[in-house]
């Protein structure tokens, strides 16, 4: 099984500021097959990145992906009001698929 | 416009069985996995499995293996998913997803379960 783990647990940043979440796989996420997610509370969790990279629909260009094998990356530019929330990495490459334990960006 | 609707909370007692319902609409159900990813209160998410609702296909994580069934009702673009043998560790919030390929694009809007004698 592949473990992700999320760094930091707790981002404290303003709006405007740009945010930097990490996600570390325990092997290699074969293709790339990584997705990030953001849940508000109390609501679902909402796909925002797949295959490392790509926006999900209507996801704003401030949402960015990146990273390859065990190393990805979230960056959120320009933060918004409505960013500040809990955000988890996922891996799809191999079974059973695996969540990391999430970043809570705060104000 | 894709719609995941889940049926309502339950309390069951611990040792009994809860079945939960997704019924889809806005696109074709057969044509995209439904998981199931739970999340217990105040923590992270954990997937419990996938159904084709094609062929009937699916899979889930070892640890749910003989406690999870998952089935669908095509003709009513429904998923379910039961859990056997609860106990307190089973309470959380369940959730169906539409499959995207691995990823989980749209979401229901979760079922609370909570198990207490």
């Known amino acids: 099984e592949i473990v992700l783990t999320q760094s930091p647990g707790t981002l404290s940043l303003s709006p405007g500021e740009s945010a930097t979440l990490s996600c570390r796989a325990s092997q290699s996420v074969s293709d790339s097959f990584l997705a990030w997610y953001q849940q508000q509370p109390g609501q679902a969790p909402r ?25 990805f990356t979230l960056t959120i530019s320009r933060l918004e009001p409505e960013d500040f929330a809990v955000y988890y990495c996922q891996q799809y490459g191999s079974s059973p698929w695996t969540f990391g334990q999430g970043t809570r960006v705060e104000v | 416009q894709v719609h995941l609707v889940q049926s309502g909370a339950e309390v069951k007692r611990p040792g009994a069985s809860v079945k939960v319902s997704c019924k889809a609409s806005g696109y074709t159900f057969i044509n995209f996995d439904i998981n199931w990813v739970r999340q ?17 296909n699916r899979d889930l ?3 749910f293996q003989g406690r999870v069934t998952l089935t669908r009702d ?8 039961e859990l056997s043998g609860l106990n307190s ?23 609370l379960v909570t198990v207490s004698s």
Do not use: H
């Open chain 1, 47 to 71: 796909l925002l990145i797949y295959g490392a990279f790509s926006r999900a629909t209507d996801i704003p260009a401030r949402f960015s992906g990146s990273g390859s094998g065990t190393d």
């Open chain 2, 40 to 56: 217990a209160p105040g923590q992270g998410l954990e997937w419990m499995g996938w159904l084709n609702p094609s062929n009937g």
């Open chain 2, 61 to 63: 994580p070892q640890k």
């Open chain 2, 74 to 81: 095509n003709y009513k673009a429904t998923a379910y998913m």
């Open chain 2, 89 to 111: 560790g089973d309470t959380a919030v369940y959730y169906c997803a539409r499959g995207f390929g691995g990823s989980f694009s749209d979401w229901g809007q979760g079922t």
